[in-house]
């Protein structure tokens, strides 16, 4: 159902890379691609599984932009829910446009498959 995979992202105005993680659904009622983080260097990358467990028992939450930009997705415990700007008046909807259930099982093999990403792809490689 989910889908996950990793790369590094060059921003040709500044010369910019950021390793970022992207999540995937095959539900075709949520063709999202969101990105998870966008960190320009691994000590900042690492942070995010540190924090992993702080979101997985619902003490903090984890933010990401949707592909389309005009979307932000949270990650809370082991729900996905993203809200859309209203094209209208420009504001953030207040109820979510979706929330589904990721197991926390398939969230902890998706940071440990990161943590080796990173560990094979230094974004020092890239500057």
């Avoid at 970022?20 to 990358?45: D, H, T, V």
């Avoid at 924090?51 to 809370?76: M, N, Q, R």
């Avoid at 109820?95 to 902890?108: A, R």
């Amino acid at each position: 159902m989910f889908s996950y995979s990793f790369g590094v992202s060059f921003n040709l105005n500044d010369n910019s890379k950021k390793a970022y993680i992207g999540l995937g659904s095959s539900e075709p009622q949520y063709p999202m691609l969101s990105y998870l983080s966008q960190y320009n260097s691994i000590s900042a990358a690492n942070e995010v599984i540190e924090e992993l467990s702080a979101v997985i028992s619902g003490e903090k939450e984890f933010w990401g932009w949707g592909t389309d930009f005009c979307s932000i997705v949270s990650y809370k415990k082991t729900s996905l829910i993203e809200h859309h700007i209203n094209p209208q008046n420009g504001e953030w909807s207040l109820e979510p446009d979706f929330q589904i259930n990721i197991p926390t099982s398939w969230l902890l093999q998706m940071f440990k498959d990161w943590r080796i990403f990173l560990e094979n792809n230094p974004i020092e490689l890239y500057s």
